[in-house]
T-cell receptor, first 115, second 112 residues
């Protein structure tokens, strides 16, 4: 079956540009997570959705970062006025249930390079 | 705040060796622990998941243990193969939240 997909796989942006990263979770998965992975480091939590509700955005590094999941399925992570420190791999994960912890399944990530 | 440390950061071994990857954490209030594998340019593949009430899990040549009292987990890989070359990440689900907290990873190279 289809796993978590992300697009684009690679994105190069000039400093100051806005970017939008897309995540298609596994069909029927209630929970969706975004993580940021800097080069040579482990992923760090950004934000969490349960259906369309954004329940935790404590990991978003600045107000330039915005995430949405309007219909409780596809999610978009938007970064405004990109900076060089935003260069990283952005990973999306989904899990089946909201009431009890289920394994998170990760997408391949979007590698963002800000020049 | 949970801090997760993985040692060593990088490891190179000849094929066939048994090896141990270490993961330590500062907050014992964990719900479960996962070990992931990450290949270059790819996402994360879950290898083993240990619930907080368990002490170990096994899958094939992999064995993961959890000792909450000492704040440590180990991933044991038996009879390593070149195909095991990847970055291995441990991650914790804290009792109070849904997000995973990751260590920095161990980059493993198994030489033929």
């Amino acid at each position: 079956g289809a796993g978590v997909s992300q697009s684009p796989r690679y994105k190069v942006a000039k400093r100051g540009q806005d970017v939008a990263l897309r995540c298609d979770p596994i069909s029927g998965h209630v929970s969706l997570f975004w993580y940021q992975q800097a080069l040579g480091q482990g992923p760090e939590f950004l934000t969490y959705f349960q259906n369309e509700a954004q329940l935790d955005k404590s990991g978003l590094p600045s107000d330039r970062f915005f995430a949405e999941r309007p219909e409780g399925s596809v999610s978009t992570l938007k970064i405004q006025r990109t900076q060089q420190e935003d260069s990283a791999v952005y990973l999306c994960a989904s899990s089946l249930s909201a009431t009890a912890y289920n394994e998170q399944f990760f997408g391949p990530g979007t590698r963002l390079t800000v020049l | 705040k949970q801090e997760v440390t993985q040692i060593p950061a990088a490891l190179s071994v000849p094929e066939g060796e048994n090896l141990v990857l270490n993961c330590s954490f500062t907050d014992s209030a964990i719900y479960n622990l996962q070990w992931f594998r990450q290949d270059p340019g790819k996402g994360l593949t879950s290898l083993l998941l240990i619930q907080s009430s368990q002490r170990e899990q096994t899958s094939g040549r992999l064995n993961a243990s959890l000792d909450k009292s000492s704040g440590r987990s180990t991933l044991y890989i038996a009879a390593s193969q070149p195909g095991d070359s990847a970055t291995y990440l441990c991650a914790f689900l804290h009792n109070a939240g849904n997000m995973l907290t990751f260590g920095g990873g161990t980059r493993l190279m198994v030489k033929p």
